[in-house]
């Protein structure tokens, strides 16, 4: 039985992210108040066994690039069954929000795919949002200049490949200004640079991006019946608005009689970090809809 109308927000994470990142959103959400509970996913998080090399001041980049991954073997079942043990014992309480950023929204999907019974609402951040098989393996219709790409070339660590991860040195930001600052051009431009800092060090070095799979896909009869919501970030430069449009086309493709509900924020693809009553502000206002 039900104990409260009141929605619990349920955050996933954006790629080499982890429950760290939602907390300023959290505190806010708290003021508004809602409850909320963000999510560390296999692999992920204070609980994963990250490479000690990578907290090591000086780092030492060859025991970087051998050390074993917590995220080797993890599938994108793996964090469904995850997020999906986590919604059973927060749904008694009341309905339940869940909101994905970045590459979290292929678990959002593929989350809502499974239990869509256990969800009021589904949320993208600019959140990535696969809604046909074949934006899993042809090129996507779009033109995408995206700034994160070149600049995480300059950070993976090389010959960590062999376990099915991409290692990304987060840290070696810290030691090199220029570096730094088109990571948070990227980012999130709109912080501080204290702000940034503190992102970079909550980061995990290890991303399994084989989640990318036919499970992400946004299936009608299951995640097309689930209200849900895709907040455009106009400085996200990331995953640029132009693939965010994208994104929100093709899936109303999919449900036209259930369109994504856009609304749109001035921010960076991380500004929820540095600029959360901006983003607690837009969520609250989704409650009330998600809880009748």
């Given at each position: 039985m039900?104990?409260?109308s009141q929605p619990t927000f349920l955050f996933v994470p954006g790629g080499s992210s982890?429950?760290?990142a939602w907390g300023p959103?959290?505190?806010e959400l708290a003021l508004h108040g809602h409850r909320s509970y963000a999510v560390d996913l296999p692999g992920h998080g204070d609980h994963a066994d990250h490479p000690a090399a990578y907290y090591r001041q000086p780092q030492d980049l060859a025991a970087l690039a051998t050390a074993p991954s917590p995220?080797?073997?993890v599938t994108l079942r793996d964090n469904v069954r995850h997020v999906v043990d986590v919604l059973h014992r927060l749904a008694p309480s009341g309905p339940v929000i869940l909101v994905g950023n970045s590459l979290g929204g292929l678990t959002v999907t593929a989350v809502a795919n499974a239990v869509p019974e256990l969800l009021h609402h589904v949320v993208y951040l600019s959140a990535v949002c696969i809604s046909d098989p074949a934006m899993v393996t042809e090129e996507w219709g779009v033109h995408d200049d995206n700034l994160l790409d070149a600049v995480a070339a300059r950070i993976a660590v090389?010959?960590?490949g062999n376990q099915g991860v991409v290692r990304l040195n987060w840290r070696a930001a810290h030691s090199d200004p220029v570096l730094f600052a088109q990571l948070k051009a990227a980012i999130m431009a709109?912080?501080?640079?204290h702000q940034f800092r503190m992102l970079l060090d909550s980061m995990d070095p290890d991303e399994n991006y084989a989640v990318l799979e036919e499970g992400a896909v946004a299936q009608l009869a299951r995640w097309g019946r689930i209200p849900h919501t895709f907040v455009r970030l106009s400085e996200d430069l990331s995953i640029?608005?132009?693939?965010?449009d994208y994104m929100i086309r093709k899936a109303d493709e999919l449900t036209p009689d259930n369109p994504f509900d856009v609304r749109t924020l001035a921010a960076s693809h991380t500004g929820y970090f540095s600029r959360p009553s901006l983003f607690a502000e837009l969520l609250a206002d989704l409650a009330?809809?998600?809880s009748t």
């Open positions: 039900r104990t409260t982890n429950a760290r959103l959290q505190n995220m080797r073997g090389p010959d960590a709109d912080s501080t640079d640029p608005l132009a693939v965010q009330p809809t998600a």
